[in-house]
């Protein structure tokens, strides 16, 4: 079973990305294409995480997780980022649609990889490579050290001194899986590039167009294999850095880390070209509605700028996320979670009172659009709801097992504040908190003063994108949480799948990979614009008139 994982998720990438590329009427159109390149990019960014593999070859002092300390699990550590994000830009490639006109487009000319690769930034991601093969290389030279458990060492009368540390493998065992990992993403990447320059021609572009598609599409690829080099050597420097656990050195610091990072936010910021017929066609571009008189008033241009906002909000809700983890509460990632998705939901409150109080209008009807919410976002935030509803219920049904079976250890290990035990509870009552706060925006926006405009609709449209924000906000927190309350409480689900009692001590993998699915899927659905979800021509707007404020 474990076997078909690969083949069936590959299979689901697929078709999501036909989904995508498909226009409502059938065949496809540059918007679509364009989609569906996005889609591959943060698709293949999300499955590019090495933080699975972050203490590979480390042996902990503590057994608190079990370790990466051998090449099997080594490499089942590197083996989902290098391959998922090599298949993931793969199938993006095999995903295009094939002609559907009588006569097929086609080119004599001979497409090499060269003619549409962005010169600048394959040299840049060759340098990452050639730096992440030197640290590697150095990593195989470094000897093993045991590891040696912690304690405390009096000096003087009133002074002590922490004793013991994590140890290492030999260097070269992991130097061996780290090449192996390294050569794997060269070769791969090669591959994409060579299937990208081969792909077939797409009829809904014109020939430059397809040319500037596949920069587009090596521009991504290029950029996050690069991320993914840079966090290999990240992790050989942190395998290098740790210092001999006799020496009883407190301190060290990992420079690869910190240059990976650096990596990481370049990537992000190379933004690859656009489509020209993107920017200058009528069919659903920026630069058509920009001309449009609904997009051209202050109100319209208030919602908009409030998308950055809306996407700025979860960073400011970080260093608050890092008081709670230096404040020692029980549940951190859990409440993370819900700090950031309600500063996202503040956010939006706080526009429809901005909006109100710079065009709202007494004395004018209120409007409300017939359909606030597309069927297929509604759909997403009930099934999302309901996931998460069942694994905070099997959650805590494993958990009560465990508590009968006298494991209290197993979910509150050596005496310390509770780490998995009560994440069911703060996970429930996040929620019901998340839940409270994404009403705010709602009432704000079916409260609020209308706006005076000649523009039929308007006011309704505008109202209709908060709410879509929040449900959009809602579902993906749900489906988010779930995922980390999978990750961070895996020990309860063998003893509810009557697993023997041997595997209940240590974190349970398949639960903790579903749950990073899980995780990855609710940032998918956080990034959805708006019009994301609607992949059908909807129904004409009809405002419903309300009572006179």
Known sequence: MVMLWPFLLAAGLYLLLRWVIRAPGGGTTAVTVSQHALWIGVIGWLASSLQPAWTAGILPAGNTSPALATPTSILGALAWPVLGCVAV?????????????????????????????????????????????????????????????????????????????????????????????????????????????????????????????????MNRLLRTVATIAAGLAAVAGNFAARPDPAANVTSWTNPAGFAAFVVLLVMWGWAPPKLPSVQVNGKGNRAALSGSPAAAHPATRLVVSLGA?????????????????????????????????????????????????????????????????????????????????????????????????????????????????????????????????????????????????????????????TVHRVVRTFAAYCTAQAGVLLMTASQAWPPLLGLPATTWAAPWQPTIIAGVLLAAAGVVIAVIPVKGFARTPAAPVKPVREGVP
């Not at 017939?370 to 099934?383: E, G, H």
Request: glycine share 10%.
């Open 309 to 465: 906002a809306i996407g700025l909000a979860p960073l400011l809700a970080a260093p608050l996320g890092f008081f709670l983890l230096g404040a020692g509460l029980p549940g951190l990632p859990v409440l993370f979670v819900a700090l950031m998705a309600a500063a996202v939901l503040l956010v939006a409150g706080a526009g429809e009172l901005l909006l109100q109080r710079s065009y709202g209008t007494h004395g004018i009807p209120r409007t409300w659009p017939r359909q606030v919410v597309s069927p297929a976002l509604l759909t997403t935030a009930i099934v999302a709801v309901v996931l998460f509803v069942a694994i905070t219920v099997l959650t805590a049904a494993g958990e009560w097992e465990l508590r009968e079976a006298g494991l209290d250890g197993i979910l509150r290990p050596d005496g310390t504040a509770p780490d998995g035990s009560p994440g069911w509870v703060v996970a429930a009552v996040a929620t019901a908190a998340v839940a409270a706060i994404a009403s705010l925006p709602v009432v704000a926006a079916r409260r609020r003063r209308s706006i005076s405009t000649d523009i039929h609709g308007l006011d309704a449209a505008l109202r209709a994108i």
């Open 89 to 217: 830009h793969a199938v993006g490639q095999l995903s295009y649609p094939g002609p559907r006109l009588p006569r097929r487009l086609a080119s004599l000319e001979i497409r090499l990889v060269r003619d549409y690769l962005p010169r600048t930034l394959a040299w840049t991601v060759a340098a990452i490579f050639v730096g992440s093969a030197l640290q590697i290389g150095f990593v195989a030279g470094l000897p093993a050290y045991d590891a040696i458990p912690y304690g405390a060492l009096q000096e003087d009368p009133g002074s002590f001194r922490r004793t013991g540390g994590d140890g290492r493998i030999q260097g070269f065992v992991l130097a061996a899986c780290l090449g192996a990992a390294w050569l794997t993403l060269a070769l791969g990447t090669a591959l994409v590039l060579t299937l990208i320059s081969h792909r077939r021609q797409l009829e809904a572009l014109d020939a430059p167009e397809n040319d500037l598609l596949r920069t587009i599409a």
